[in-house]
């Protein structure tokens, strides 16, 4: 089988994905509120995205008014979450998020969570992390069940903190390393979760030792931290780790004494330029065995490469090519066309890539797996409010009753496949990502 990822830039709207159907359902609603930046922040998206986007909160926001009235009427109160992006602080991405949150509102109008509406409030943070914890405070006061955030790491840091004090789930987007909190859960895969299915993969090709080299900073000590849990977790052996400075321009040294250990595969965690210096000074020693990188170092040119693992190693290319047989995990909606049939987050990330391919952008693939966190974390919380609905609790709960119930559920859930991994909450770990859900692949 062979991995052929879409082409970096690509217009989604030209791709077609089979569309998720659910059974079970939720009245989902939306509201949004903006803060207007200075002029030297704004954005103008583009003129179709403007457009689209118009019509669809118009209709949203007529819905809103009629499923509140009727949630009202029979004593229910609908269930609420918050959204907190960077909707106009100058990153396309955080307009992105909202409008994904609002994709997610229109494709479960229809239905309900046991009758009662799912009301998904947006807000900008206009790329202001104290407005971030503002707008979190708000959200809760006004009674959200739970918060989905943020576009930057330093917004997702201070509600973190707002949400832990206030006892609200809070499902995080970037991919910073996380704190203790009980109530912050992380979607997205860190570097201990990919080089778990690193080491995993090593496992299955026969290898057990692994190296690691990365840069000799703050970044570099995160990674090595995370290299060594992550092979406990998998059962592997270190052999050692090289640190480089920053301002290196060659790195021969460094890949001669990581590949003189002899280890099974080496890991290569670094920013682009180094990692690109690191595989190339790795070739220079004669070095053909597998390295895994990280996927935000992969270039549009070697993402066309990606190719699944399964055919094993090949002869050793000539020319010097820095990238052969470079490997990495990532989430199975960035290789979305080439998953098999039976692959068990398929349907989920065809159902998000239907939203996302709405929004009428042009997207590499790590772009669409950020995108793709939000309607995750969505979905995530749209079961947890079923699992919550199931018990029949008894009317006029307080609220911190409700969301104590919302945490229960979401950590008492089995592991759910979707879009951009797989994930299950548990007791003392702040991820919800699971390495289960990365895809390894290789180029050629």
Not at 77 to 85: D, F, H, K, L, M
Not at 390 to 416: H, I, K, N
């Amino acid at each position: 089988m062979h991995l052929e990822p879409r082409t970096p830039r690509r217009s989604l709207r030209r791709q077609r994905h089979t569309r998720l159907t659910r059974t079970s359902g939720t009245t989902v609603l939306m509201r949004r509120t903006h803060v207007v930046p200075p002029a030297s922040a704004l954005v103008t998206p583009p003129r179709p995205l403007v457009s689209t986007l118009l019509r669809t909160t118009v209709a949203l926001c007529v819905l809103l008014a009629a499923a509140i009235a009727a949630a009202q009427a029979d004593g229910s109160s609908p269930w609420r979450i918050g959204v907190i992006a960077s909707q106009s602080a100058g990153s396309a991405i955080g307009a992105l998020q909202a409008s994904v949150a609002e994709r997610f509102a229109a494709a479960y109008v229809a239905v309900g969570v046991y009758g009662v509406p799912l009301v998904i409030d947006v807000r900008d943070d206009a790329g202001d992390p104290r407005r971030a914890e503002s707008l979190a405070r708000e959200l809760i006061d006004e009674g959200v069940l739970a918060l989905v955030c943020c576009t930057s790491p330093s917004a997702s840091e201070r509600v973190s903190a707002v949400a832990e004090a206030s006892g609200v789930v809070l499902l995080k987007l970037d991919g910073t390393p996380t704190t203790d909190h009980v109530w912050t859960l992380a979607l997205r895969a860190d570097a201990r979760t990919q080089m778990t299915a690193a080491a995993v993969h090593v496992a299955d090709e026969g290898k057990s030792a692994m190296a690691l080299m990365t840069l000799d900073n703050a970044f570099g000590v995160d990674a090595a931290e995370a290299f060594e849990r992550a092979l406990a977790d998998a059962g592997r052996e270190p052999v050692g780790t090289i640190q480089y400075p920053p301002s290196a321009t060659v790195l021969t040294p460094e890949a001669l004494w990581a590949a003189t250990r002899e280890p099974g595969a080496i890991v290569v965690w670094g920013l682009t330029t180094d990692t690109d210096l690191a595989l190339r000074g790795l070739r220079t020693r004669g070095w053909f065995g597998p390295a895994y990188v990280r996927p935000e170092t992969i270039g549009p040119a070697t993402w066309r490469r990606l190719t699944a693992t399964a055919e094993g190693p090949t002869a050793p290319p000539t020319g010097g090519d820095a990238w052969w047989q470079v490997r990495s995990a990532v989430s199975p909606v960035t290789v979305f066309e080439s998953l098999p049939a039976e692959h068990p987050n398929r349907e989920a990330a065809a159902a998000a890539l239907a939203r996302i391919e709405t929004l009428d952008a042009r997207l590499d693939p790590m772009e669409v797996g950020t995108l793709a966190l939000v309607d995750d974390a969505l979905t995530l919380l749209q079961r947890a409010f079923e699992d919550v609905a199931a018990l029949a609790l008894p009317p006029g709960l307080p609220a911190a009753s409700v969301r104590q119930a919302v945490l229960d559920a979401l950590m008492s859930a089995p592991p759910r496949p979707l879009a951009a991994g797989t994930y299950q909450a548990r007791s003392g770990d702040p991820r919800m990502a699971r390495w289960q859900g990365l895809v390894v692949v290789m180029t050629r």
